[in-house]
């Protein structure tokens, strides 16, 4: 399944799911409900988003953008994070008012299994996008798969506490819920926004993976000196390295592009989407003579 067909199919999923959730709240007239169904209107918004983000990231780059457009997906994962701090708050808002004056609710059951068809196709498609996301390299199907997973998690918490509701008659544990979904939804909108503008701000490759970059220059090298001034970042599928490399003073420039196109293809075969610059250096530039060093 292809990144736009995905994208596509968010939208659908996010309708069917809202539709289902307004039901439940329309049927019981449940705040903690209502809030759920608050959350499925980010998850259709950002489906759109994402839509449009991941169009403009598949274009090929051009003269106006010679890096690419893989950007365009982190604007959609932190819109997607503002979306949802703005829904947290209309629900604090509406369990607000139901701690003024809880109620209680209309065909409870009835209700709660209508939200639950809507959970079990969300919990479906969540693992869906995460999986493709990750496998793509696509932080805006990931960011949407992991709200949605929250959605899930929101749901069950949700369903118990209105089973617990039932079971006691303590109606006022409603907006109770619906504070705590807010709560737990202003966490995940802002891990968003803080994962996506790491993105944007050109943030370095995990440690992990810069180690395993440089073992992969190290065992390519053959035939220089060393290698430093590492550098990385990411955008989207996109993984961006350059760094210094120093050969030996009669190296012809045959031999060096070789040395050269040997690194940049192991290092393509490891990272799918890898661009590799490499800047070479007489060895007068070397920063410890006979090693592969790096920074």
Known sequence: MTTIKLAIGSIFVGFAVLGLKSLAYWMTGSVALLSDALESTVNVATAFAALIAIHIATKPADANHPYGHHKAEFFSAVL?????????????????????????????????????????????????????????????????????????????????????????????????????????????????????????MDEALPEETLNNIREIIASQADGAMEAHDLRTRHAGPAIFIDFHLVLPGETTVF???????????????????????????PEHKSEQTGVIVFD
């Open 80 to 200: 997607e994070g503002v979306l949802i701090v703005v829904a947290a708050l209309l629900i604090l808002r509406e369990s607000y008012h139901g701690f003024i004056q809880p109620i209680a609710l209309d065909a409870p059951i009835e209700g709660l299994l209508v939200n639950l068809g809507a959970t079990v196709i969300n919990g479906f498609w969540a693992w869906i996008l995460i999986s493709h996301g990750r496998k793509r390299k696509s932080p805006a199907l990931v960011a949407d798969g992991k709200h949605l997973f929250t959605d899930v998690l929101t749901s069950i918490g949700v369903a118990a506490g209105i089973l617990l509701a039932i079971t006691t008659g303590w109606w006022i544990l409603d907006p109770a819920l619906a504070a705590l979904v807010a709560v737990n939804i202003l966490w995940s909108g802002s891990k968003i926004i803080k994962e996506s503008l790491s993105g944007l």
């Open 255 to 281: 031999q060096a592009h070789e040395i050269c196109d040997r690194i940049e293809l192991a290092l393509k075969k490891a990272y799918r989407g890898a661009r590799t610059t490499i800047h070479i250096e």
